[in-house]
Structures are given as structure tokens and as C-alpha cells.
């Protein structure tokens, strides 16, 4: 993954999900030479159980506060999430509406917008990934993981694809090896504002499991009530992204071939 390519290339970065409990207070020791942040919070998908509680926001200000005093860029994973659905179907562009719909979304939006805050205010460096839907080797295939790897998962073990609503929800999905080359450039660039990353063509829930019945030869499907604070349409619009030289590399279908493979 991220970390893995990361190193190969000699690189030196922090991937924070929770702050070591040593970061009290900045700055970052001394001992960690940085070069720089990437605050990867969150979860892939809606958790029901959380949903009667107020999310942490995405963003801690005890590395952004050692990022400002060392001068270290910092790389913030947004979420597509935060957009909601689409608005008229079309393309979601990075100047679409912050619309989220779940405590999960709202928390994410939340550290998005503190990006732009310290970037305004104090002059912080820091890059917007926007990810859509991201699937691929080591994903959680639980009931809170995405929706690829829990469907596999299922099948697999003779379990039904749990399908929420009527499945006609539509995602982006992104192989993960196109997702690290998406961070790798974050880590390269400076851009304008936040970038989305994904590859600009839907599939729904229900051709999802289509698909995984049609490869892995067997499957089934069962239906249970909608979740709330479910986005019902993803489409990226990455134009910007292209603008920088980033493409996906892998095919749905490719890709969804390899990951049940595996």
C-alpha cells in the first residue's frame, strides 16, 4: 500500500490515524524527521452503530501545529462522502456542494474545511485528496468495510451479498494501487483546493454482486432495509486530477477479477 511504496522510494512519512500518544503537545520530537504529514482518519463506509453520536472531526491540530512550526507540507484524506449525492446526476466536480449525510461525512467535511482554515490563516501547506471509492487487498471485509470486499467475503463463505435499499446505489470504484498513485502525487505536488480521485464511471450495488456471481461461479443476494445517511450516487469528475498527470490504470473489472483472486 501507501506506506509500503512510501519507503521503497525512500521517503520519510508519518501516516496518522490516531497521534502516538507522545504527541501531547507539539512540537513532534526532535528524533522524527518528517517530510511530510498524511492525516489518513476514517472509516470506508456508513456505521449505523455510531450514527446516534457526534463523529471526532477529521483533523488533529497537534501535527498541523508541528507541520506549521517545521514547515512540513500536509496531506489531508477527505472523502468523497462529503459531497453527498450527486446534484442532477452529473459528475461530481471538486466545486460541487459539501452536502454530507452521515455523522461520518459531516466529521470528514469538517476536517476538510479545517484544512482550508489553517491554510488561510497561518499559511499551512496542505493537499485535499478527495478519494472516491477505494477497493483492493487488505480492505476490512466486515460488516462496516467496503462493500467490494464484504460481498467477496460473503460469497465466499456461502453467506448472501447484503444489500441495502434496492442496490441501485452507484459508486466509483478505485483500485487501491491507483489510490497510492494518487497520495504519491499529493506527495510530489502542491495543487489549488482539493482534488478528487477516482476513475468517472459508476457501477451499482446490484451489478456489483453481478459481477462477483458471474466470476466466483455462485452467489446470492439478500435484500434489508436502506441505511440512513446512505449517498445514493458517487460519479467523479477527475479532470483535475488528469490536469496533474494522474489517470486510473486498472479496470473495474480487472481489478474486481484480481481482488477475488487473490
Known amino acids: 500500500g501507501l506506506q509500503e ?27 522524527i524527521r518528517l517530510q511530510v504529514l498524511l492525516n489518513q482518519q476514517g472509516r470506508s463506509t456508513v456505521d449505523n452503530e455510531r450514527l446516534g453520536r457526534i463523529e471526532d472531526t477529521h483533523f488533529d491540530h497537534r501535527p498541523a501545529l508541528s507541520a506549521r512550526k517545521f514547515d512540513i507540507p500536509v496531506v489531508f484524506a477527505s472523502s468523497s462522502e462529503v459531497y453527498g449525492s450527486a446534484v442532477g446526476n452529473m459528475p461530481i466536480s471538486e466545486d460541487h456542494l459539501l452536502q454530507p449525510q452521515s455523522p461520518y461525512a459531516a466529521s470528514k467535511a469538517a476536517g476538510d474545511r479545517m484544512c482550508f482554515a489553517w491554510q488561510d490563516t497561518y499559511g499551512l501547506r496542505v493537499n485535499i485528496v478527495r478519494g472516491f471509492n477505494t477497493y483492493g487487498p487488505g480492505q476490512n471485509s466486515g460488516p462496516y468495510g467496503g462493500v467490494i470486499s464484504r460481498f467477496v467475503r460473503q460469497t465466499l463463505v456461502g453467506e448472501p451479498m447484503t444489500v441495502y435499499g434496492d442496490g441501485r446505489q452507484r459508486r466509483d470504484f478505485m483500485w487501491v494501487g491507483d489510490s497510492v498513485a494518487a497520495y504519491l502525487l499529493s506527495l510530489e505536488s502542491d495543487w489549488d483546493g482539493p482534488i478528487n480521485f477516482g476513475t468517472g464511471r459508476t457501477v451499482s450495488v446490484l451489478e456489483l454482486a453481478d459481477l ?37 490504470k486498472v479496470p473495474f473489472e480487472k481489478g474486481l477479477r484480481d481482488y477475488t483472486n487473490l
Open 212 to 248: 462477483i456471481i458471474g466470476i466466483l461461479g455462485r452467489g446470492r443476494i439478500t435484500f434489508c432495509d436502506r441505511r440512513p445517511g446512505e449517498v445514493q450516487n458517487l460519479p467523479a469528475d477527475i479532470r483535475k486530477a488528469a490536469s496533474l498527470g494522474w489517470e486510473p
Open 5 to 31: 511504496s512510501c519507503r521503497g522510494d525512500h521517503r520519510e512519512v508519518t501516516i496518522l490515524d490516531r497521534p502516538p500518544p507522545e504527541w501531547k503537545r507539539p512540537p513532534i520530537p526532535c528524533r
